[in-house]
T-cell receptor, first 112, second 113 residues
Framework: DQQVKQNSPSLSVQEGRISILNCDYT??????FLWYKKYPAEGPTFLIS?????DKNEDGRFTVFLNKSAKHLSLHIVPSQPGDSAVYFC???????????FGKGTKLSVIP | DAMVIQNPRYQVTQFGKPVTLSCSQT?????MYWYQQKSSQAPKLLFH???????NEADTPDNFQSRRPNTSFCFLDIRSPGLGDAAMYLC????????????FGQGTRLTVV
């Protein structure tokens, strides 16, 4: 039973345009959400996070939006660059918990 | 640079032959994790240590064991690897202070032949 779902296995976007990656969750106990980026043959690297007390967090080209009522979050990358091509994982953590629950990832391809 | 280092990057082992994967960290983090990731799937938590306290996930097979002799090192032992254990194994660390992200190593790709 997947508690964190990334329903799009892949996404292609033209360089300079906006990339929007989506994530849904089912566990209402999750209160902290993270996005990780993973290149082939490397471990995931942290990108951006958001606490459930916020609905938006921005860091440079990356913005994460959280809609708690819909149990949905999204990562926006503007403008997209070829170096952004990677697999993006959404992850969630419950209150008082250390473990991260991951989605299956979305492979983003940014086309020059 | 402070980091999480996994050795080896690639490991080939024979069916049923015990294998050990290692992880070290220079971040001085209290919490260390082992995740298993199979192709096109989400990383799955096997177990984690909070300092020396070991926390096993309910569905982690008994075939998987772990040791953490000190803050810096953590080992994953697979006692009798099966073909289904072929995967990427990811070690990660985090600090218990506040809601910080987990830092991952580069992973060990395990092949069972």
């Amino acid at each position: 039973d997947q508690q964190v779902k990334q329903n799009s296995p892949s996404l292609s976007v033209q360089e300079g345009r906006i990339s929007i990656l989506n994530c849904d969750y089912t566990n209402s106990m999750f209160d902290y959400f993270l996005w990780y980026k993973k290149y082939p043959a490397e471990g995931p690297t942290f990108l951006i996070s958001i606490s459930s007390i916020k609905d938006k967090n921005e860091d440079g080209r990356f913005t994460v939006f959280l809609n708690k009522s819909a149990k949905h979050l999204s990562l926006h990358i503007v403008p997209s660059q070829p170096g952004d091509s990677a697999v993006y994982f959404c992850a969630a953590r419950g209150a008082g918990s250390y473990q991260l629950t991951f989605g299956k990832g979305t492979k983003l391809s940014v086309i020059p | 640079d402070a980091m999480v280092i996994q050795n080896p990057r690639y490991q080939v082992t024979q069916f049923g032959k015990p294998v050990t994967l290692s992880c070290s960290q220079t971040l001085n983090h209290n919490v260390m994790y082992w995740y298993q990731q199979k192709s096109s799937q989400a990383p799955k938590l096997l177990f984690h240590y909070y300092d020396k306290d070991f926390n096993n996930e309910a569905d982690t097979p008994d075939n998987f064991q772990s040791r953490r002799p000190n803050t810096s090192f953590c080992f994953l032992d697979i006692r009798s690897p099966g073909l289904g254990d072929a995967a990427m194994y990811l070690c990660a660390t985090s600090s218990y202070r506040g809601r910080t992200e987990a830092f991952f190593g580069q992973g060990t790709r395990l092949t069972v032949v």
